[in-house]
Protein backbone atom coordinates (compact mmCIF):
# COMPACT_ATOMS: atom_id res chain seq x y z
CA UNK A 1 0.00 0.00 0.00
CA UNK A 2 0.76 3.45 -0.56
CA UNK A 3 1.43 5.21 2.99
CA UNK A 4 3.11 8.64 1.54
CA UNK A 5 4.46 10.31 -1.61
CA UNK A 6 7.27 12.58 -1.91
CA UNK A 7 8.12 14.47 -4.97
CA UNK A 8 7.89 17.22 -7.26
CA UNK A 9 4.39 18.87 -7.98
CA UNK A 10 2.89 19.04 -11.64
CA UNK A 11 -0.37 19.58 -11.99
CA UNK A 12 -2.31 21.71 -9.41
CA UNK A 13 -6.18 21.21 -10.35
CA UNK A 14 -9.25 22.23 -8.50
CA UNK A 15 -9.69 18.73 -6.87
CA UNK A 16 -6.37 17.15 -7.78
CA UNK A 17 -2.92 17.28 -7.78
CA UNK A 18 -0.15 15.74 -10.01
CA UNK A 19 2.79 14.88 -8.44
CA UNK A 20 6.04 12.99 -10.34
CA UNK A 21 7.97 10.34 -7.81
CA UNK A 22 11.29 9.31 -10.13
CA UNK A 23 9.28 10.12 -13.10
CA UNK A 24 6.27 8.54 -12.25
CA UNK A 25 3.21 10.89 -11.93
CA UNK A 26 0.82 10.34 -9.52
CA UNK A 27 -2.78 11.96 -9.52
CA UNK A 28 -4.33 12.11 -6.03
CA UNK A 29 -7.71 13.60 -5.16
CA UNK A 30 -6.69 16.58 -1.94
CA UNK A 31 -9.26 17.99 0.35
CA UNK A 32 -9.26 22.08 0.00
CA UNK A 33 -7.49 22.38 2.80
CA UNK A 34 -4.63 20.42 1.64
CA UNK A 35 -4.32 22.65 -1.47
CA UNK A 36 -4.11 25.37 0.31
CA UNK A 37 -0.52 24.74 2.10
CA UNK A 38 1.14 23.01 -1.15
CA UNK A 39 3.83 24.95 -2.64
CA UNK A 40 3.79 26.11 -5.95
CA UNK A 41 4.37 23.87 -9.39
CA UNK A 42 7.87 22.74 -9.24
CA UNK A 43 8.43 21.95 -5.84
CA UNK A 44 8.78 19.49 -3.74
CA UNK A 45 6.04 17.87 -1.90
CA UNK A 46 5.04 15.36 0.98
CA UNK A 47 1.46 13.58 0.68
CA UNK A 48 0.22 11.30 3.23
CA UNK A 49 -2.21 8.77 1.17
CA UNK A 50 -4.94 6.84 1.00
CA UNK A 51 -5.35 4.27 -1.54
CA UNK A 52 -9.01 3.13 -2.44
CA UNK A 53 -9.69 -0.08 -4.13
CA UNK A 54 -12.77 -0.54 -5.90
CA UNK A 55 -14.04 -3.51 -8.54
CA UNK A 56 -14.17 -0.42 -11.23
CA UNK A 57 -12.07 2.29 -9.69
CA UNK A 58 -8.60 3.09 -8.09
CA UNK A 59 -8.09 5.95 -6.80
CA UNK A 60 -5.58 7.61 -4.28
CA UNK A 61 -6.19 10.35 -1.89
CA UNK A 62 -3.35 13.01 -0.70
CA UNK A 63 -3.39 14.81 2.47
CA UNK A 64 -1.16 17.54 4.19
CA UNK A 65 -0.49 16.17 7.64
CA UNK A 66 -1.30 12.72 9.21
CA UNK A 67 -4.32 14.15 10.89
CA UNK A 68 -6.33 14.81 7.94
CA UNK A 69 -5.84 11.22 6.95
CA UNK A 70 -6.68 9.99 10.00
CA UNK A 71 -9.92 12.09 9.61
CA UNK A 72 -10.52 11.06 6.29
CA UNK A 73 -10.41 7.34 7.15
CA UNK A 74 -12.54 7.71 10.07
CA UNK A 75 -14.81 9.60 7.90
CA UNK A 76 -14.93 6.58 5.40
CA UNK A 77 -15.91 4.32 8.38
CA UNK A 78 -19.48 6.38 8.80
CA UNK A 79 -22.42 4.19 6.99
CA UNK A 80 -23.77 6.89 3.97
CA UNK A 81 -20.02 8.85 3.63
CA UNK A 82 -17.99 7.96 0.78
CA UNK A 83 -14.98 9.50 -0.52
CA UNK A 84 -16.36 12.35 -2.05
CA UNK A 85 -18.30 13.29 1.05
CA UNK A 86 -15.31 12.77 2.91
CA UNK A 87 -13.21 14.98 0.84
CA UNK A 88 -16.36 17.76 0.83
CA UNK A 89 -15.87 17.53 4.95
CA UNK A 90 -12.05 18.33 5.11
CA UNK A 91 -12.42 20.71 2.39
CA UNK A 92 -15.37 22.72 3.94
CA UNK A 93 -14.27 22.74 7.65
CA UNK A 94 -10.78 22.92 9.51
CA UNK A 95 -9.17 19.48 10.97
CA UNK A 96 -9.62 21.10 14.47
CA UNK A 97 -13.17 22.47 14.24
CA UNK A 98 -14.42 19.05 12.33
CA UNK A 99 -13.08 17.17 15.78
CA UNK A 100 -14.48 19.87 18.06
CA UNK A 101 -18.04 19.87 16.05
CA UNK A 102 -18.30 15.83 16.93
CA UNK A 103 -16.94 15.83 20.47
CA UNK A 104 -19.68 18.63 21.36
CA UNK A 105 -22.48 17.09 18.54
CA UNK A 106 -22.45 20.39 17.17
CA UNK A 107 -25.36 19.06 14.14
CA UNK A 108 -25.59 22.46 13.28
CA UNK A 109 -21.95 22.92 12.04
CA UNK A 110 -22.01 19.73 10.37
CA UNK A 111 -24.92 20.35 7.81
CA UNK A 112 -23.07 23.75 6.72
CA UNK A 113 -20.83 21.29 4.76
CA UNK A 114 -22.58 20.77 1.01
CA UNK A 115 -24.03 16.77 0.63
CA UNK A 116 -24.58 16.71 4.61
CA UNK A 117 -27.88 16.66 6.42
CA UNK A 118 -29.33 16.38 9.78
CA UNK A 119 -29.54 12.60 10.06
CA UNK A 120 -26.06 11.62 7.55
CA UNK A 121 -24.82 14.98 10.37
CA UNK A 122 -26.44 12.94 13.37
CA UNK A 123 -24.64 9.45 12.64
CA UNK A 124 -21.18 11.20 11.89
CA UNK A 125 -21.92 12.58 15.49
CA UNK A 126 -22.74 9.13 17.15
CA UNK A 127 -20.32 7.12 15.28
CA UNK A 128 -17.50 9.12 15.84
CA UNK A 129 -17.78 10.68 18.89
CA UNK A 130 -15.72 7.91 21.23
CA UNK A 131 -13.05 7.95 18.50
CA UNK A 132 -12.39 11.59 18.11
CA UNK A 133 -9.19 12.47 20.48
CA UNK A 134 -9.96 16.14 21.07
CA UNK A 135 -6.97 16.46 23.71
CA UNK A 136 -4.98 16.47 20.33
CA UNK A 137 -6.36 20.00 18.80
CA UNK A 138 -3.34 21.55 20.28
CA UNK A 139 -6.22 24.40 20.86
CA UNK A 140 -5.52 26.02 24.47
CA UNK A 141 -8.74 25.97 26.33
CA UNK A 142 -10.74 23.91 23.13
CA UNK A 143 -13.18 22.84 25.63
CA UNK A 144 -14.21 26.44 26.72
CA UNK A 145 -15.12 27.77 23.54
CA UNK A 146 -18.82 28.80 22.69
CA UNK A 147 -20.74 28.04 19.75
CA UNK A 148 -20.40 31.44 19.17
CA UNK A 149 -17.41 31.60 18.76
CA UNK A 150 -16.58 28.25 16.96
CA UNK A 151 -18.94 30.28 14.63
CA UNK A 152 -16.65 32.92 13.78
CA UNK A 153 -13.57 30.59 13.98
CA UNK A 154 -15.05 28.61 11.15
CA UNK A 155 -15.72 31.95 9.47
CA UNK A 156 -11.93 32.84 9.56
CA UNK A 157 -10.37 29.60 8.67
CA UNK A 158 -12.84 29.60 5.52
CA UNK A 159 -11.25 33.37 4.23
CA UNK A 160 -8.08 31.37 4.54
CA UNK A 161 -6.71 31.89 7.94
CA UNK A 162 -5.22 28.86 9.90
CA UNK A 163 -7.09 27.77 13.24
CA UNK A 164 -4.29 29.00 15.91
CA UNK A 165 -4.49 32.15 13.48
CA UNK A 166 -8.66 32.27 13.89
CA UNK A 167 -9.09 31.70 17.81
CA UNK A 168 -6.51 34.23 18.51
CA UNK A 169 -7.92 36.43 16.97
CA UNK A 170 -11.29 35.29 18.46
CA UNK A 171 -9.71 35.53 21.62
CA UNK A 172 -8.93 39.08 21.30
CA UNK A 173 -12.51 40.21 21.12
CA UNK A 174 -13.28 42.19 23.72
CA UNK A 175 -16.27 41.00 26.10
CA UNK A 176 -18.78 43.43 24.31
CA UNK A 177 -18.13 41.99 20.95
CA UNK A 178 -20.17 38.95 22.32
CA UNK A 179 -23.31 41.14 21.78
CA UNK A 180 -22.60 41.83 18.28
CA UNK A 181 -23.72 39.65 15.33
CA UNK A 182 -21.95 37.36 13.54
CA UNK A 183 -21.06 40.46 10.61
CA UNK A 184 -19.96 42.98 13.40
CA UNK A 185 -17.73 39.83 15.09
CA UNK A 186 -16.16 39.40 12.11
CA UNK A 187 -15.08 43.03 11.44
CA UNK A 188 -13.71 43.01 14.87
CA UNK A 189 -11.98 39.78 14.63
CA UNK A 190 -10.40 41.16 10.75
CA UNK A 191 -8.55 44.05 13.02
CA UNK A 192 -6.65 41.72 14.79
CA UNK A 193 -5.06 40.98 11.51
CA UNK A 194 -5.24 44.23 10.65
CA UNK A 195 -7.56 43.52 7.77
CA UNK A 196 -10.18 46.33 8.77
Keep these: MIA ?7 VRG ?7 VGGIGFRLLVPGSTLDVLG ?24 ATPEELELFELLLGVSGV ?3 LALAVLSSTAADMLRLAIAREDVDLLV ?5 GRKTASRMILELKGRIDISRLGLPGVLAITPEQAELVEVLTSLGYSTAEARSAVASLPPEAADLDLEERIRWALRYFGGV
Excluded at 45 to 62: A, K, Q
Excluded at 112 to 116: A, C, F, L, S
Design 82 to 84: GPK
Design 4 to 10: TLRGELR
Design 14 to 20: EESVLVD
Design 112 to 116: RVPGI
Design 40 to 63: EIGENVRLYTHLLLRDDNLSLYGF
